[in-house]
């Protein structure tokens, strides 16, 4: 497990590996209930990443923390009445929580996708703003409008909607509603880490 200095007060983020070795340790500490989730999933891929996900959940609350998801597929921890939100990409796991504050995170690895479909998620404002060359704009861009579609968990939301011009808030226009979400992020040319919260 690593922890991820993302300097905002009162949220945490931390990250595990996704591999074979944190598959065999994750196996280990879970419960029947929690391996059979797991190997009921068909896909090598995916399975990792659920125990990866799992063993940093332990690893961070305690062998007792218990993954569910509410109605709309939001994930939250048993008997924890703070946030947290998750990410894959790659190979690691990423989870930010907050006991004060609701959360989103995402994390985003460069792909040649991401120029292809601009015209889905970029706002005719960013569009503009952004030079597709601009592999870090773009990286934040999709990462910033990721982590705020999962912190308000509005499954109608559309990304466009979601403005990333700003480096520390996000405006969302949605239904009449007005939302002001800050926004960090940590970004290179091969990834992205951005955190909204509110």
């Not at 995170?105 to 040649?112: C, E, H, L, M, T």
């Not at 060359?133 to 579609?149: C, F, G, I, N």
Request: charged residues 25%; glycine residues 4%.
């Amino acid at each position: 497990m690593e922890n991820i200095d993302c300097s905002i007060k009162d949220i945490t983020v931390v990250a595990e590996e996704i591999s074979e070795n944190t598959f065999a340790e994750a196996m280990q500490i879970l419960s029947c209930a929690e391996k059979d989730i797991i190997l009921d999933v068909k896909s090598t891929k995916r399975r990792l990443e659920i125990a990866a996900t799992r063993l940093l959940l332990k690893n961070t609350f305690g062998n007792d923390a218990l993954l569910l998801h509410t109605e709309q597929g939001a994930p939250f921890i048993e008997n924890y009445s703070g946030n947290i939100s998750i990410s894959h990409s790659k190979d690691k796991v990423y989870i930010a929580f907050s006991p004060l504050h609701r959360v989103g995170v995402d994390i985003q690895y460069w792909s040649k996708s991401l120029v292809r479909v601009t015209s889905k998620y970029l706002s005719d404002r960013e569009a503009e703003a952004i030079n597709v060359s601009d592999r870090q704009a773009l990286l934040k861009a999709w990462t910033v409008k990721e982590a705020v579609y999962k912190l308000l968990g509005i499954k109608d939301l559309s990304l466009k909607s979601i403005d990333t011009l700003k480096d520390d808030i996000s405006t969302v226009m949605h239904c009449g509603t007005t939302y002001q979400i800050k926004i960090h992020t940590i970004t290179t040319d091969d990834f992205s880490l951005a955190i909204a919260w509110m």
